[in-house]
T-cell receptor
């Protein structure tokens, strides 16, 4: 069965500090997809990134970067020079591709509540 | 904004009642999935509809049922409500039925069961 673990329940940093959110996953499939979503207080989950299991290149998008390491089953997310607007709950998620079609949905971690203090 | 709208935004029910939640998907999307998010937890997959057929289901009992309409909007129905059904219910739309693509979420319907 697939599983996503986000060990950090809450992180609090001062604005402009760098912060890394950890994500460890478990799956028996060789083909899978990893995601990060941001959930502000409004409740809507905002898509940040999707990665497939065959692409281990790290990715940078502005102040955001992601480090995917299959050897340690980790997909960590770093925010550089954090801002107060980054405060939210961040979720890591995993999806496996069913060989026969259909969907098993995303398996989410429990989330990390990130607080950026001014 | 994702273009996914859900209604109602908040509602209160009592144990044993039935509830219907609605979702309008983003234009052009043919797949809708529903998630339940209890307080302080990550969302849990309830089921997915692709071209009006259920094509995936999580570990939820049959009293959780759904529909998808020809315009790809969707409903989630929960019968015989229990206290543990209190949660934020999130709808997400996407393209294709594999469930591996980017999901566009609505802001959710917060259900309280008393």
């Amino acid at each position: 069965a697939q599983k996503v673990t986000q060990a950090q329940t809450e992180i609090s940093v001062v604005e402009k500090e760098d912060v890394t959110l950890d994500c460890v996953y478990e799956t028996r499939d060789t083909t899978y997809y990893l995601f990060w979503y941001k959930q502000p207080p409004s409740g809507e989950l905002v898509f940040l990134i999707r990665r497939n299991s065959f692409d281990e290149q790290n990715e940078i998008s502005g102040r955001y970067s992601w480090n995917f390491q299959k050897s340690t089953s980790s997909f960590n997310f770093t925010i550089t020079a954090s801002q107060v607007v980054d405060s939210a709950v961040y979720f890591c998620a995993l999806s496996e591709a069913r060989s026969g079609g259909g969907a098993d949905g995303l398996t989410f971690g429990k989330g990390t509540h990130l607080i950026i203090q001014p | 904004e994702t273009g996914v709208t859900q209604s109602p935004t908040h509602l209160i029910k009592t144990r044993g009642q039935q509830v219907t939640l609605r979702c309008s998907s983003q234009s052009g999307h043919n797949t809708v999935s529903w998630y339940q998010q209890a307080l302080g937890q990550g969302p849990q997959f309830i089921f997915q509809y692709y071209r009006e057929e259920e094509n995936g289901r999580g570990n939820f009992p049959p009293r959780f049922s759904g529909l998808q309409f020809p315009n790809y909007s969707s409903e989630l129905n929960v019968n015989a409500l229990e206290l543990d059904d209190s949660a934020l219910y999130l709808c997400a739309s996407s393209l294709g039925g594999r469930g591996t693509g980017e999901l566009f979420f609505g802001e959710g319907s917060r259900l309280t069961v008393l």
